[in-house]
């Protein structure tokens, strides 16, 4: 069966750091780019990271640049984002999502490209 599995959300305090991880399983997980989304609420969707299958390629966005690291372990069917200094707008649940983009990340921000999503995790930064 086929399973995106994200964990490591939590409650923590601006400047905080959190790593999620999402946990894949019942498909060809290194043939696939991977990326994170996030929606807070009354807001839209919006891409954060998206890494590419063989892990060589990554991108962000501005809004996370610097604070934020994706990385991937092809032998653990498991991509990590790293969160660090993080801030209240962070506030948001946060889902992976896998896409065959080939070895690139062409389109890799746009949430139709992805074909298999998680269920998301709740990250809430506040005093």
């Known amino acids: 069966q086929l399973q995106l599995v994200e964990s490591g959300g939590g409650l923590v305090q601006p400047g905080g750091s959190l790593r999620l991880s999402c946990a894949a399983s019942?498909?060809?997980?290194?043939?696939?780019?991977i990326a994170w989304f996030r929606q807070a609420p009354g807001k839209e969707r919006e891409a954060v990271s998206c890494?590419?299958?063989?892990?060589?390629?990554?991108n962000y966005a501005d809004s996370v640049k610097g604070r934020f690291t994706i990385s991937r372990d092809n032998a653990k069917n498991t991509v990590y984002l790293q969160m660090n200094s993080l801030k209240p707008e962070d506030t948001a649940v946060y889902y992976c999502a896998a896409g065959n983009l080939g070895a690139g990340l062409i389109g890799c921000r746009l949430s139709s490209v992805y074909d298999y999503w998680g269920q998301g995790t709740q990250v809430t930064v506040s005093s």
């Open positions: 890494i590419s299958s063989t892990a060589g390629i990554t």
């Open positions: 019942g498909f060809t997980f290194y043939y696939y780019a």
